[in-house]
């Protein structure tokens, strides 16, 4: 008689267990995102350098804009998008993301709804639920004065914990088609290809929560808008266990 026992990936052909690790997945899909600001109460109009203005009031469905439309199913032809409130110049909003867990970071990616793009952006991550942040990676048109780094940065292997800046004049430019911004976070680390075998790495892709902050000095940018808020990664298991339990 044929018995069909239930695979389990930890255990080898000869019962034994054997390294495993959980399936890779955007682990923001469908997770909430706290915003410092978002558009809706009081209603207001919006407007943006090449498109009409639009009205933003929480209370009507067709109108709003939450944070649920950063991690709902992301279609092209069809973007749902979050919006911040009036941002003033200088001031910032922010996004956070918590994966109830420790997750190790492939990428995060960002994609703006609209033309109207901040002039800086900054990555943090949290390994202690939110309680400090690491900053991973710098977005500016001047990266000197805005965050006190140079634009020219270089990973070498004593610093593959070091956060760069990297000059966006092309990247954010409202007349640049290409709207998504991604962050990989092992590229140009000099360690990747021996990952497994490098305590460093491991530390820096590791986080449980994830912070976006974005910073305008330009007057006529005056409100943030996100289509898309993606993160790369899997479940933190140390090679353990192939299935990811967050509760």
């Known amino acids: 008689m044929f018995y069909s026992n239930h695979h389990d990936p930890c255990i080898d052909r000869h ?3 054997q390294r495993c ?3 890779f997945i955007n682990a923001a899909f469908h997770k909430s995102i706290y915003a410092s600001s978002t558009c809706g109460n009081p209603v207001r109009e919006f407007c943006s350098n ?5 009205l933003c009031d929480s209370s009507q469905i067709n109108t709003s804009y939450p944070t649920d439309y950063l991690t709902d199913i992301n279609n092209p032809n069809n973007l749902t998008c979050w919006q911040s409130d009036l941002i003033k110049s200088g001031e910032n909003a922010s996004l956070v993301l918590s994966l109830n867990k420790k997750f190790e970071l492939t990428y995060i ?9 901040p002039d800086s952006m900054a990555i943090f991550k949290s390994m202690d639920m939110g309680l400090s942040w690491i900053p991973l990676q710098y977005y500016s048109n001047n990266c000197e004065e805005v965050f006190n780094k140079s634009s020219f940065g270089l990973i ?4 593959e914990q070091e956060a760069l800046c990297i000059d966006t004049k092309s990247q954010l430019s409202s007349s640049n088609s290409d709207s998504r911004i991604a962050f990989s976070t092992l590229e140009g680390r ?13 530390d820096w892709v590791t986080a449980t929560d994830i912070k976006i902050v974005l910073l305008s000095t330009n007057t006529d940018k005056n409100f943030y808008s996100i289509a898309d808020f993606s993160v790369g990664g899997r479940c ?5 266990a192939s299935k990811c339990i967050t509760n």
Do not use: W
């Open 15 to 17: 019962n034994r267990y």
């Open 21 to 23: 690790i959980p399936d």
């Open 50 to 54: 090449k498109s009409a203005c639009h």
């Open 109 to 117: 990616s960002l994609q703006f709804c609209s033309d109207i793009k």
């Open 156 to 159: 070498t292997r004593s610093n």
């Open 190 to 202: 000099p360690s990747a290809y021996e990952f497994d075998t490098s305590p460093v790495l491991q």
């Open 236 to 240: 933190k298991c140390n090679g353990h």
